[in-house]
């Protein structure tokens, strides 16, 4: 299992709210904890059952891995034990590499997700790496769920990062490569954010993250976002190593 906070106010009260299920993050709610499981998604008892003991536990979203065919349709079954046990905790589905074909390959699973995690590091690559992330936010949009655009530091988006480290070269005092990383970290998730909206996503759907290993970096990171946007963000540490 992982800890993570959603923070409504890190820093600062002008962040936009948005809610999951029925939760509400940003603005002037409080923070939030989210915890994620570590079982087989797809073995249905035994995710519903860790997702219950988060809950009582005090966990006020749980993340769950949708990372195949069986994951997928594990979820409608998973919602429904949840709800005839009358636990509404908001189920956030992360997804990667194949997320735009679960999706839409499983309309069900989509519509029973109180939120999707996307990370831009892991979507796509090349040319489709676009039309990838964009089938994931239109599936979001068409369904009315908020999106949680999670940036990692052992994940970056390798072609955004080549490209800033070539303009880095180039300039007269370059940056050191951690700081370059850090640049990159926050620009996918800006610019992710960006064409979500492009896409039909409203602001009031996008939250942001960029997790890193470092407490320090975490920190600079995160008092750099909320300096530069009003997005709702997520925080969470990763383990040294970790793209989670």
Same mark, same amino acid.
């Given at each position: ?113 109180? $939120? ?5 590091? #892991? +979507?796509?690559? =090349?040319?489709? %790496?676009?039309?990838?992330?964009? &089938? ?35 300039? $007269? ?5 951690? #700081? +370059?990383?850090? =640049?990159?970290? %926050?620009?996918?998730?800006?610019? &992710? ?46 383990? =040294?190593?970790?793209?989670?």
């Amino acid at each position: 299992m992982s800890l993570n906070l959603n923070l409504g106010d890190y820093k600062r009260r002008n962040s936009i709210p948005v809610k999951i299920g029925n939760i509400s993050v940003g603005g002037s709610n409080p923070i939030i904890v989210q915890s994620m499981t570590n079982t087989d998604t797809a073995d249905i008892n035994k995710t519903y059952r860790q997702i219950l003991d988060l809950a009582k536990a005090g966990s006020e979203i749980v993340r769950v891995t949708v990372d195949r065919d069986d994951s997928a349709k594990a979820i409608s079954y998973i919602k429904e034990k949840l709800l005839k046990a009358n636990c509404n905790v908001p189920i956030v589905g992360d997804f990667h590499y194949i997320g735009h074909t679960l999706l839409k390959k499983f309309p069900d699973c989509a519509k029973m997700l109180d $939120k999707y995690r996307i990370n831009p590091g #892991n +979507v796509g690559f =090349k040319e489709k %790496k676009d039309i990838q992330f964009s &089938s994931m936010i239109e599936v979001a949009a068409k369904n009315n769920k908020p999106v949680r655009i999670g940036v990692n530091w052992g994940s970056l988006d390798q072609e955004l990062l080549s490209n800033l480290m070539d303009k880095n070269s180039k300039l $007269k005092k370059p940056l050191d490569s951690e #700081n +370059v990383m850090r =640049k990159a970290l %926050k620009l996918s998730a800006l610019e &992710s954010a960006k064409r979500a909206e492009e896409l039909g996503l409203k602001k009031e759907q996008i939250i942001i993250s960029c997790k890193v290993s470092e407490l320090q970096t975490l920190v600079e990171v995160y008092d750099e976002l909320a300096s530069e946007c009003d997005y709702s963000l997520h925080l969470g540490m990763n383990p =040294k190593g970790s793209s989670a």
